[in-house]
């Protein structure tokens, strides 16, 4: 049996009863740690809390030797941990699916995800259009499609939220040239980094139609769902300016709002604002 089991956003604590009897049950339990992290636990934490040694599965191990996961779940029982939910990444479908393909049964155990708990902004999740993913830019890879499915939601009043890139395991491009495999220290995108990519494109616009511009309020979010969550509204251009603490970040950028989102948006616009201006665009 293969489980694949949703850990929510907190701590190790927030699995569910159901997820915490399987891992139990299991022989060997992976840890998928390429998509999110748990913003406030070690992995010794963790391992303590489940009382299970865990294997780390990053990208590689996933994508390239995923054999070694089904190869456990075809002869005993093995757990897939994901932070937040299982299918809160695209990628894990692709696991259940080579599992269906090998005759090995699979078992979904859900949790909270950033895809809903981004409600504690106080947005609506039904008024959320498609989500996007902000990378990393280079100083010669710059893509901004993500910046057009910004602005169709925005045209229909829905609001957008903002996933944020993360690089953990990239390897270092000079040592591989002479080499040898040495890896960058991982690299969670902030949402300061993420409006300053936004800010670029923006001003880059030549027509004067386009829905998002500097002033409009934009929504910063960190570490949702533990104990040191943290939540920041603002306009797009003083975002750049705002530190939201450790990872992991998202940014939201709202469509048309409610009285009562804009009400509950009140509640995170920071003191130092200038009141009349993000009033004007909040409310
Ligand atoms: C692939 S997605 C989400 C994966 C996870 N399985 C889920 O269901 O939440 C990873 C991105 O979601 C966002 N994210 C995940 N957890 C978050 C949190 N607790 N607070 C803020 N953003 C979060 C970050 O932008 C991060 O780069």
């Known amino acids: ?13 927030d699995i569910t009863v159901k997820g915490l009897e399987m891992v139990r049950s299991c022989e060997h339990v992976y840890l998928e740690s390429y998509t999110s992290i748990m913003t406030s636990t070690s992995l010794s934490d963790m391992e303590s809390f489940f009382q299970k040694k865990l294997i780390i599965a990053d990208r590689d191990l996933v994508e390239q030797g995923a054999d070694q996961i089904l190869e456990h779940a075809k002869t005993g029982n093995a757990a897939f941990l994901v932070i937040g939910d299982p299918f809160g990444a695209t990628t894990h479908t692709d696991l259940v699916l080579r599992a269906r393909e090998l005759s090995i049964p699979t078992q979904i155990v859900h949790n909270a995800s950033i895809l ?18 902000i990378p990393f830019w280079t100083d010669t890879w710059k893509p901004d499609s993500f910046f057009d499915k910004i602005c169709q939601n925005k045209a229909r009043g829905l609001h957008t939220l903002c996933l944020l890139d993360i690089k953990v395991k990239e390897p270092n491009l000079d040592a591989m040239m002479r080499g040898k495999v040495v890896f ?14 936004l800010l670029q494109i923006i001003n880059a616009q030549t027509t004067d139609d386009c829905p998002v511009t500097n002033g409009d309020v934009c929504l910063g979010v960190a570490r949702v769902g533990s104990p040191t969550q943290h939540i920041v509204a603002c306009p797009i251009d003083q975002m750049v300016n705002q530190d939201l603490g450790p990872p992991l970040h998202s940014l939201v950028i709202p469509g048309k709002l409610h009285p009562l989102e804009s009400d509950y948006i009140a509640e995170f616009i920071p003191r130092n604002t200038v009141e009349n201006k993000t009033e004007a665009v909040v409310l």
């Open 1 to 13: 049996m293969l489980y694949l089991i949703g850990l929510g956003l907190g701590d190790p604590s």
């Open 116 to 133: 809903n708990a981004v409600g504690a902004t106080g947005l609506q999740l039904y008024s959320f259009g498609e989500t996007v993913s």
């Open 184 to 197: 960058e220290p991982p690299r969670f995108m902030t949402v300061a980094q993420a409006v300053n990519q």
